[in-house]
């Protein structure tokens, strides 16, 4: 894994958390206090089946992925991407962790992806 985080000067967040090697469902710690997130990409070009971008927001421990609910879960569909902007943006209280997985989009689900997937956050703290 290659979790990079930056600090940026954009009107949709000023951090910027990117997975470049997301190729297991280890979770990424991104931030250990409150926020508020801005937009939401992801890359599954290589994939050969969906995959899902799972966010734990406002919980103050690392989840344990497949069975800790996770707070918003985006479908990166295969051999492409997906973006979502928040412009108001969604406050998060203390914590902020990904996972990427294959398989079920739901609560379960923690089977690493077959492909490397990216992914952005761009959030504030």
Not at 64 to 83: D, E, F, H, K, L
Not at 85 to 113: H, K, M, N, Q
Request: hydrophobic content about 35%; proline content about 5%.
């Amino acid at each position: 894994m290659a979790l990079l985080k930056t600090d940026a000067s954009n009107p949709l967040g000023t951090k910027i958390a990117t997975e470049s090697d997301g190729k297991s469902s280890t979770v990424n710690h991104i931030d250990d206090s409150a926020g508020t997130i801005y937009q939401v990409e992801a890359k599954n070009l290589n994939g050969t089946s969906d995959v899902y971008l799972k966010l734990y927001a406002g919980i103050g421990q690392a989840p344990t992925v497949g069975s800790t609910a996770p707070t918003y879960i985006y479908r990166v569909p295969s051999g492409s991407s997906m973006s979502v902007s928040y412009p108001a943006g969604i406050a998060y209280a203390t914590g902020l962790f990904a996972a990427v997985v294959e398989a079920s989009g739901g609560t379960e689900g923690s089977d690493d992806p077959s492909a490397t997937v990216k992914y952005s956050i761009r959030y504030t703290t």
